[in-house]
């Protein structure tokens, strides 16, 4: 019984498939206006070409480092530069990462 509603239905389905399918491919005009991008060649850049490699700073004394940072303000100034910077939402988390180390999309 299982097999003859199968052997019925199983048509019936393919062909509402078939035409969904089809309802979705787009016209020749369609791909054309839709897509410029696809006109202009592939253009590839190695992210290895840009890289930078690690340098060593130069060492100075404690003394002179704490020195300074108190002359900018000491810490809070850190920890405000840090805070003016944080994402709006955490949607935008990633754009903060991206740009403290220079990354550009594209």
Same mark, same amino acid.
């Given at each position: 019984?299982?097999? #003859?509603?199968?052997?019925?239905? !199983?048509? !019936?389905? !393919? ?13 020749? =005009?369609?791909?054309?206006?839709? /897509?410029?991008? !696809? ?6 850049? =190695?992210?290895?070409?840009? &890289? $930078?490699? &690690? ?10 480092? /704490? ?10 100034? &850190?920890?405000? $530069? ?6 709006? =939402?955490?949607? =935008?988390?990633? $754009?903060? #990462? ?9």
């Amino acid at each position: 019984m299982l097999f #003859h509603f199968v052997r019925l239905q !199983l048509p !019936l389905t !393919l062909a509402m498939f078939a035409s969904a399918v089809a309802a979705q491919t787009p016209t020749v =005009s369609q791909t054309n206006e839709a /897509n410029p991008l !696809l006109a202009r060649p592939l253009q590839y850049r =190695s992210l290895i070409s840009t &890289y $930078e490699p &690690y340098n060593d700073q130069a060492v100075r004394p404690w003394r002179e480092a /704490n020195d300074r940072v108190q002359r900018i303000g000491g810490w809070r100034t &850190y920890a405000k $530069e840090v805070s003016d910077k944080a994402p709006a =939402s955490a949607d =935008s988390g990633t $754009e903060g #990462h991206s740009t403290t180390h220079g990354g550009v999309k594209p």
